[in-house]
């Protein structure tokens, strides 16, 4: 079936090192979300993006779409404790409205 | 508003029992979503339910059932619970879009079940 891959699984950081996870798929999205998961949490929704090449800013958050719709990114700079967590991807594809999840990237940090 | 509740937090079952999950939204959204979360597995989903009246089976259905009960509550079901079942299961909820792309989710608080 259709598939988004994430990559890093996991990532480690020192407290102001920039991180980037990346979600990417072999066919073309119609949009592409993010969310965080805090350890212990619920997953809580971020951000949508919709247009080929799409960048959206969140504070230190930097959300792109690739140009083809097949992959996106998030980059955090200067990293802190409070960006600790677990970052999932979750994308339409075709006409199938059932989100597909990426397995997600857990970032920690260390102060 | 509370957003999206679920009961119980935590539950311990032992092989072979059975027990419903609840969940509720004040939203007004029409779409509901079940989904469990093992480590490594990320999210999976098992059921939704596009309106009220509606289900539909997900990713992992097998071992569960699901009651639309009203447009707020969406109910999921072990009739027998498995070892294999042992998870966190989180409920969520959404507008539902009449295109190819979905609006956000929004999630519970989550049920942590273990199942011996």
């Known amino acids: 079936g259709q598939q988004v891959m994430q990559i890093p699984q996991y990532q480690h950081v020192q407290e102001g090192e920039d991180f980037t996870t990346y979600c990417n798929s072999s066919?073309?999205?119609?949009?592409i979300q993010w969310y965080k998961q805090r350890p212990g949490g619920h997953p809580v929704f971020l951000i949508q993006?919709?247009?080929s090449g799409e960048v959206k800013k969140q504070k230190r958050l930097t959300f792109q779409f690739g140009e083809a719709k097949k992959n996106s990114s998030l980059h955090i700079t200067a990293t802190q404790t409070t960006d600790v967590g677990t970052y999932f991807c979750?994308?339409?594809?075709?006409?199938?409205?059932?989100?597909?999840w990426g397995l997600g990237t857990s970032l920690a940090v260390n102060p | 508003n509370a957003g999206v509740t679920q009961t119980p937090k935590f539950q311990v079952l032992k092989t072979g029992q059975s027990m419903t999950l609840q969940c509720a939204q004040d939203?007004?959204?029409?779409?509901m979503y079940w989904y469990r979360q093992d480590p490594g597995m990320g999210l999976r989903l098992i059921y939704y339910?596009?309106?009220?009246?509606?289900?539909d089976k997900g990713e992992v259905p097998n071992g569960y059932n699901v009651s639309r009960l009203n447009k707020r509550e969406f109910s999921l079901r072990l009739e027998s619970a498995a070892p294999s079942q042992t998870s966190v299961y989180f409920c969520?909820?959404?507008?539902?879009?009449?295109?190819?792309?979905?609006?956000?989710?929004?999630f519970g608080p989550g049920t942590r079940l273990t199942v011996t």
């Open positions: 969520a909820s959404s507008r539902t879009s009449g295109q190819a792309t979905s609006y956000e989710q929004y």
């Open positions: 939203m007004n959204h029409n779409s």
């Open positions: 993006l919709v247009k």
């Open positions: 979750a994308a339409n594809a075709g006409n199938n409205r059932k989100l597909i």
């Open positions: 339910s596009a309106s009220e009246g509606t289900t």
């Open positions: 066919t073309t999205l119609s949009n």
